[in-house]
């Protein structure tokens, strides 16, 4: 049994939850809250797990084999002592802080004792040994997955596609012994990746002195998380992959963009995808009073922690809307400070699709904090015209729209990883020209100041272009380079940098006139109204077809 199956299998189990009355989005919280403590269980019978065991009384096996109200009520007794550290008599049951933060104000749902029944019977009759061998965290992060994937549980939002978190951890290559943190930790799938690329380079940590292991388990990582119900997850997610962190876990609970951001020590790397939006007060208003830019842009304001936060000469990558490429005022000011401090020198342009929002269009910036100069370490220091070019990778224009029937995969990413060069800092040796995904027939706008000076009716590359005409054939390609002077001079320090033509672009210079499109989006309002005015009678709504008619009138007022 594969991990996938085993994955759909666990899925399942939500009809269950449906049955007794369960909303989409508290199926993963309700599966999980059972889940874990059968994982606990199956990690301490294969001696994997040393640390944070479960107390008598609350472990699987005070729970399967029984039945009935009894089962129940004993269900919900365990995930009141988990919580609190006492059982109903006030008894002290454990005072472990990991385990109270997993299950803080944990209660479930469930009202029919059958369907715990059948739930317990599911996850016994799963064979964990095969689960084991690929570990069960990348079973519990599966299933995060595939939450995120179901757009009715609106999970998609928590959750960055494990393609695209490798490649990030991949470029920025974190060591042991560094400081990684995100700042929007979601259910911790960077912090988590982090941790095992860093397991990959030293053998399972085994290379590693015993003082440098525990750093790594309990030291190295820090993330921030506001919601309750998604930290939970990751702190679930953390211990199953062996991370357990400081006091309360290795994700806080906490607003990054408040006094809990403003607290954190600094960081050596820092990997995120900030949400989405704009700060609207409450829990998640932007409370900080040490970041130079004020606004309600809540990127933006992550943006400024995330470069502040960096020690001298650390690195980040971080997954960014357009609109903070292009902003004015505030935005305006943040690029130039960004670019000021730091060393932006990569950005890679995403392709839509990839989130759970189709329409939005990501970026992902990777900079180091002051300048970095082979041969002199002082240079790390220097936080003053740290940014010379800006290297830029459009695997968007011409791509498909990603989704289910077209997942996005490790070989849309192999071709920017490639030219992005060994250097975690971004100073390999790098040449312009990268001809993936067919760019070279992409077409070239009319009028772009990325391509000044480039003719391009002059042959590509394969055409056989020749070096006098090296203009054009960078022309086509994904892997261009801009200097800092260039942005200031022609984009007026915008980072919203495109030189290709997507073929389903508008070009607004052959456009209609404006009476004729409205003209036409009129038209096709009108005769859409009259299909669904023909529906709704066809329905037998003939009082509800009248009154839309009489409303339509008073709207639109009679023809003269």
Not at 377 to 385: I, L
Not at 397 to 424: A, C, I, W
């Amino acid at each position: 049994m594969t991990n996938n199956d085993i994955v759909q299998k666990l899925w399942n189990l939500c009809d269950v939850l449906r049955d007794d009355g369960i909303n989409y989005s508290d199926y993963v919280t309700e599966l999980v809250l059972l889940l874990f403590i059968k994982m606990v269980h199956e990690n301490t019978e294969a001696g994997t797990l040393k640390k944070h065991p479960l107390p008598e009384g609350c472990r699987w096996s005070d729970l399967n084999g029984k039945s009935g109200i009894n089962l129940l009520n004993d269900y919900k007794r365990i995930l009141l002592s988990l919580s609190t550290g006492k059982d109903g008599d006030g008894t002290l049951v454990h005072d472990d802080p990991l385990i109270s933060a997993i299950y803080a104000d944990a209660q479930t749902r469930l009202r029919e004792p059958r369907h715990l029944e059948q739930m317990i019977k599911t996850l016994d009759q799963i064979d964990w040994f095969s689960a084991q061998k690929d570990g069960l965290g990348d079973l519990y992060e599966g299933l995060l997955e595939k939450n995120a994937n179901e757009t009715k549980s609106g999970a998609g939002q928590y959750f960055t596609p494990r393609t695209l978190i490798n490649t990030m951890v991949r470029c920025l290559k974190p060591q042991p012994g560094e400081i990684i943190q995100d700042p929007s930790a979601g259910t911790a799938g960077f912090l988590i990746a982090a941790h095992e690329y860093i397991k990959g380079q030293t053998d399972d940590l085994y290379d590693l002195t015993t003082e440098q292991k525990a750093f790594q388990t309990t030291k190295a990582y820090v993330g921030i998380e506001l919601v309750p119900g998604t930290r939970r997850l990751a702190l679930m997610n953390c211990l199953l992959h062996g991370m357990e962190g400081d006091a309360e876990g290795v994700v806080h609970l906490g607003n990054a963009l408040g006094q809990t951001g403003a607290g954190l020590e600094k960081a050596d790397v820092i990997l995120a995808n900030p949400p989405f939006g704009t700060s609207k007060g409450g829990d998640a208003s932007i409370t900080r009073d040490d970041l130079t830019y004020k606004t309600s842009n809540k990127q933006l304001a992550f943006l400024q922690h995330i470069y502040r936060n960096l020690k001298p000469g650390g690195r980040a990558a971080v997954v960014l809307p357009d609109n903070v490429l292009f902003e004015a005022g505030v935005g305006t000011d943040v690029r130039r400070d960004l670019m000021n401090k730091c060393n932006l020198h990569t950005i890679l342009r995403l392709p839509t699709g990839i989130f759970y929002a189709q329409g939005v269009k990501t970026n992902v910036l990777f900079f180091t904090k002051g300048k970095v100069t082979k041969g002199s370490a002082t240079d790390k220091h220097q936080e003053e015209n740290c940014t010379e070019h800006v290297w830029v990778y459009d695997l968007r224009t011409n791509m498909p729209s990603f989704g289910k029937r077209t997942p996005f995969g490790d070989q849309h990413l192999k071709p920017f990883e490639d030219v992005y060069g060994e250097s975690p800092n971004g100073d390999s040796e790098r040449k312009e020209g990268e001809y993936s995904f067919h760019s070279e027939d992409i077409e070239l706008p009319e009028h772009s100041d990325e391509n000044e000076g480039i003719d391009p009716r002059c042959p590509t590359a394969r055409d056989g272009g020749s070096a006098e005409n090296a203009g054009a054939i960078l022309g086509h390609s994904r892997w261009r380079c801009f200097s800092r002077q260039w942005i200031a001079e022609h984009k007026g320090d915008s980072l919203d940098i495109a030189w290709l033509k997507d073929s389903d672009s508008v070009d607004a210079a052959n456009l209609p006139e404006p009476s004729v499109l409205a003209g036409e989006a009129m038209g096709e309002l009108v005769q859409a109204l009259g299909e669904l005015d023909a529906l709704m009678r066809g329905l037998g709504a003939e009082e509800e077809a009248d009154g839309a008619r009489v409303l339509l009138q008073e709207v639109m007022g009679e023809v003269k």
